[in-house]
């Protein structure tokens, strides 16, 4: 069983284009979390999306960030007009089903976002 | 979400046990107890979580207060490779709210 995949692991811009992070969860997973760790920081929530809804963004920056989780293919992050303070790995992570904690999240090995 | 504090960093030797601490005094009855680590240059690995009772795995265990207000993540026998940010997260909703963690330093 395949764990989550993301792709690209390495993406450079330069300032002012857009970046699409991809990310597919665990076989069977609908539920995807977005996370990104700026350097020398801690990871930090950005969404939460099941298939075809967003549950929880309360993570994420208002303006240039948004994310989709379709009904088939991976979810995608895109970031418009990329800025140097976008540069940091996103970490994609999955699980099976709604819980209250009960059950544990597989991460993606991340992208790691670099902005020129 | 309520708050977890870990030591900044620890060290230990290889194939000697470490115990990591975790202190959440502001824990809900709901919350579960998680812990993830993170090597260098890799997404976060789970690790272990529990409710009230110790738990076992592969990888480590978990001995939980009775008060539920502190953990502790047990290494049974460190190895170079567990070198790595250990997170302890109390998850009571779908998002993990990482803090800073613990960095362990493993010595040959």
């Known amino acids: 069983n395949a764990g989550v995949m993301q792709n690209p692991r390495h993406l450079v811009r330069r300032r002012g284009q857009e970046a699409r992070l991809r990310c597919s969860p665990m076989?069977?997973?609908?539920?995807v979390y977005w996370y990104r760790q700026l350097p020398e920081e801690g990871l930090k929530f950005m969404v939460y999306l099941q298939k075809e809804n967003i549950i929880d963004e309360s993570g994420m920056p208002k303006e240039r960030f948004s994310a989709e989780f379709p009904k088939e293919g991976p979810s995608i992050l895109r970031i418009q007009q990329v800025v140097r303070g976008d540069s940091a790995a996103y970490f994609c992570?999955?699980?099976?089903?709604?819980?209250?904690?009960?059950?544990?999240?597989?991460f993606g090995p991340g992208t790691r976002l670099t902005v020129t | 979400d309520a708050k977890t504090t870990q030591p900044n960093s620890m060290e230990s030797n290889e194939e000697e046990p470490v115990h990591l601490p975790c202190n959440h005094s502001t824990i809900s009855g709901t919350d579960y107890i998680h812990w993830y680590r993170q090597l260098p240059s890799q997404g976060p690995e789970y690790v272990i979580h529990?409710?009230?009772s110790n738990v076992n795995n592969r990888m480590a265990s978990l001995a939980i207060a009775e008060d539920r207000k502190s953990s502790t993540l047990i290494l049974h026998r460190a190895t170079l490779r567990d070198a790595a940010v250990y997170y302890c997260i109390l998850r009571g909703a779908q998002k993990l709210v990482f803090g800073q963690g613990t960095r362990l330093t493993i010595n040959p």
């Open positions: 992570a999955s699980s099976p089903r709604v819980d209250r904690g009960q059950y544990e999240q597989y």
């Open positions: 529990g409710l009230t």
């Open positions: 076989k069977g997973h609908s539920h």
